[in-house]
T-cell receptor, first 119, second 114 residues
Framework: GAGVSQTPSNKVTEKGKYVELRCDPISGHTALYWYRQSLGQGPEFLIYFQGTGAADDSGLPNDRFFAVRPEGSVSTLKIQRTERGDSAVYLC?????????????????FGEGSRLTVL | KNQVEQSPQSLIILEGKNCTLQCNYTVSPFSNLRWYKQDTGRGPVSLTIMTFSENTKSNGRYTATLDADTKQSSLHITASQLSDSASYICVVSGGSSNTGKLIFGQGTTLQVKP
């Protein structure tokens, strides 16, 4: 697609429920990133995919969080047993290559985010 | 500890005026430094990317500078417009190419008033 697409744009759920957030990156982008942004804060790294594999998942806060990218394109962030502290905007971004690339290949394009509210 | 600190936290200026936002970082090793603009409720949009060897880069009315020796960057906005009201985030990419870690500053919230 023309840009990074994230769905749903808003999700309200109850504590303890399971949530899936979807990211559709720019076509042809091999690198995909998930970030979490709390109100008034900068985005916080969660996980980075290069192709189908998670090259760096060190930002996932605990084992309730999991992400997949089975075909190297669309990615799904999965949150089990949601807690109120999980409420945030979850941002997805993609780049042509990895972040160490130059201005063209390492340029990062963000989606509009999925706002998760856990009641 | 890898950190990116921005100042001021917030800023109010009148339309047409210039302003400069500051960014200090302690990320090592350093790959590149980026400035993003984030409108309320939207995803960040890239303004500039600078590598170690670059010390200035412009994008329209936005000019970013980088001093890799002192680990400081600035974003200068010329002839501000109401649409410049947003959060401006300084982001440093460090580490190996196998990591996806961007170190984000907390942003400077700019409000341009008529």
């Amino acid at each position: 697609g023309a840009g990074v697409s994230q769905t749903p744009s808003n999700k309200v759920t109850e504590k303890g429920k399971y949530v899936e957030l979807r990211c559709d990156p720019i076509s042809g982008h091999t690198a995909l990133y998930w970030y979490r942004q709390s109100l008034g804060q900068g985005p916080e790294f969660l996980i980075y995919f290069q192709g189908t594999g998670a090259a760096d998942d060190s930002g996932l806060p605990n084992d309730r969080f999991f992400a997949v990218r089975p075909e190297g394109s669309v990615s799904t962030l999965k949150i089990q047993r949601t807690e109120r502290g999980d409420s945030a905007v979850y941002l997805c971004a993609s780049s042509l290559l990895g972040l160490a690339g130059g201005p063209r290949t390492g340029e990062l394009f963000f989606g509009e985010g999925s706002r998760l509210t856990v009641l | 500890k890898n950190q990116v600190e921005q100042s001021p936290q917030s800023l109010i200026i009148l339309e047409g005026k210039n302003c400069t936002l500051q960014c200090n970082y302690t990320v090592s090793p350093f790959s590149n430094l980026r400035w993003y603009k984030q409108d309320t409720g939207r995803g960040p949009v890239s303004l500039t990317i600078m590598t170690f060897s670059e010390n200035t880069k412009s994008n329209g009315r936005y000019t970013a500078t980088l001093d890799a020796d002192t680990k400081q960057s600035s974003l200068h906005i010329t002839a501000s417009q109401l649409s410049d009201s947003a959060s401006y985030i300084c982001v440093v990419s460090g580490g190996s190419s196998n990591t996806g870690k961007l170190i984000f500053g907390q942003g400077t919230t700019l409000q341009v008033k008529p």
